[in-house]
Nanobody, 112 residues
Framework: QAQLAESGGGLVRPGESLELSCAAS????????MNWHRQAPGKEREWVAS????????KYSDSVKGRFTISRHNLKKTVTLQMNSLKPEDTAVYYC?????WGQGTQVTVSS
């Protein structure tokens, strides 16, 4: 059974950095593109970033472009989201996903 587990969330101040990690199991990780999404309180879930199976094709939403970096390690079966210059509006539960599989999410709170 395919499973994803996010970690690394927490409380940080504006301008600080945080790295999220997503560990995959139960499927051939190296064959699938991976995505990060987030859902802020009272808002719909929004797509944040995607990386293809090889790691060569990467896309970001406009709201995080230039501040966030997605990467993957196929041997370790992990996908990482490095978040820099965090803003209060980045506060959300962050989820990794591939196809119809979602993790449980990790909370990121940016507040002074």
């Amino acid at each position: 059974q395919a499973q994803l587990a996010e970690s690394g969330g927490g409380l940080v101040r504006p301008g600080e950095s945080l790295e999220l990690s997503c560990a995959a199991s139960g499927f051939l990780f190296s064959l699938y593109p991976m995505n990060w999404h987030r859902q802020a309180p009272g808002k719909e879930r929004e797509w944040v970033a995607s990386i293809d199976s090889t790691g060569r094709i990467i896309k970001y939403s406009d709201s995080v472009k230039g501040r966030f970096t997605i990467s993957r390690h196929n041997l370790k079966k992990t996908v990482t989201l490095q978040m820099n210059s965090l803003k209060p509006e980045d506060t959300a539960v962050y989820y990794c996903n591939t196809r119809d599989t979602w993790g449980q999410g990790t909370q990121v709170t940016v507040s002074s």
